[in-house]
């Protein structure tokens, strides 16, 4: 009972500091530019021809307007409450999205693919776009916002702007341990960690080189705890799966060091390791305190393997209140989780970029 008030304490403290450090934000970062997967994928996927969408009911329904924009999720994800949380705007659009222009994605915009990887094998599995093609699209952007905003002032905003990074569960899961054949005969998994690594090292520098000095890079989550990873592990009775929690943390540490390597070769760049790995896992361990009744389960249909399309046919059998959910469905978060996490993020690492 002390413990659970303490961590209550704690949890109003931070809360307070939050609103505190609110107010004054605006100003010092003017955008958030977002790679990745669908964990901030805001519907780039709606305009290609792949079966890795969510445009379609139940996803979005606590979205404004209840529009299923293409987010994998009831509502935002954690990078939209970020980008809200600087004082931007409160949702980030997606960069294929033609009804948005260079004027909304002036002050934000994602250029990510639900089902992507760092590994252009991944992006083949269900033909999303490919990691490289999300930097051409940056390209792209850059160019537009000179010639919507002046060299000088498209420099500047590119220097200011904080830039995430959100990618690598799918190399392992749609990737890595589901194409027979594929990468798991040609690497053992920590050489594949370190193939991954390499392309995540190449794409900093990538940006660096077109401007960018605030860069985040999200950890991987503990994969072996979603849903579907979950309900497929019969042998021990549904925990979390440990081996591949294990290899998120194994790459993670990876990923650790080189923050720190690139922190010290790249002059004036703000690099920073944003961990949702321990997100996740303390709303699992402690789901009272966040006030979550469902950890092993999503609200759409049966909890256990439904998402895209699934969700849509099991739409009858959706949970009544997502917000007791960590997840949303079998792989992805529900927006209070997003928000838990972005709130987390704030918190003990975009801190760094105010
Ligand atoms: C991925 O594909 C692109 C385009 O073909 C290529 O430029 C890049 O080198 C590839 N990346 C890796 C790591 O093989």
Redesign the pocket.
């Known amino acids: 009972m002390i413990y659970h008030s303490f961590i209550s304490s704690c949890v109003l403290i931070l809360q307070l500091l939050a609103l505190m450090v609110q107010p004054g934000i605006g100003a010092k970062v003017p955008a958030v530019i977002v790679f990745g997967d669908s964990s901030v994928d805001a519907g780039n996927n709606d305009y290609i021809p792949t079966i890795g969408r969510s445009n379609f009911d139940p996803y979005g329904k606590d979205f404004e307007g209840g529009k299923a924009t293409g987010r994998f999720c009831n509502g935002r994800l954690s990078t939209d409450f970020i980008c809200e949380a600087f004082g931007i705007k409160s949702a980030i659009p997606a960069y294929l999205d033609p009804a948005y222009s260079i004027k909304d994605f002036a002050t934000g915009v994602t250029f990510a693919s639900a089902g992507t990887g760092l590994d252009?094998a991944t992006a083949d599995v269900i033909h999303v776009i490919?990691f490289?093609k999300e930097l051409e699209y940056f390209k792209e952007y850059k160019q537009k916002l000179i010639k919507y905003m002046g060299y000088s002032k498209a420099t500047r905003r590119l220097r200011e702007a904080v830039y995430i990074l959100s990618i690598g569960t799918n190399d392992f899961l749609e990737n890595y341990y589901t194409v027979p054949g594929g990468r798991s005969s040609q690497f053992t998994v920590d050489e594949y960690q370190k193939f991954l690594i390499g392309?995540t090292e190449n794409f900093v520098w990538d940006i660096y080189k077109l401007g960018a000095r605030k860069i985040a890079l999200t950890s991987l989550t503990a994969f072996g705890c979603l849903p579907l990873e979950r309900a497929t592990n019969i042998m021990q009775k549904h925990a979390c799966r440990e081996d591949y929690n294990q290899v998120a943390r194994d790459f993670n540490t990876k990923l650790i060091a080189l923050i720190d390597k690139l922190g010290k070769e790249a002059k004036g760049v703000q690099i920073v390791y944003s961990n949702v790995y321990d997100s996740l896992a303390d709303a699992i361990a402690k789901p009272n305190l966040y006030g979550f009744e469902n950890v092993d389960a999503g609200c759409c249909g049966s909890g256990k393997f439904e998402l895209g399309l699934l969700c849509h046919f099991a739409e009858i059998f959706l949970c009544k209140d997502a917000d007791k959910y960590i997840f949303w469905d079998s792989i992805h978060y529900s927006e209070r989780m997003n928000r838990i996490v972005a709130d987390y993020a704030m918190m003990y690492t975009f801190n760094r970029f105010l």
Do not use: F, L, T
């Open positions: 252009n490919p490289w392309i």
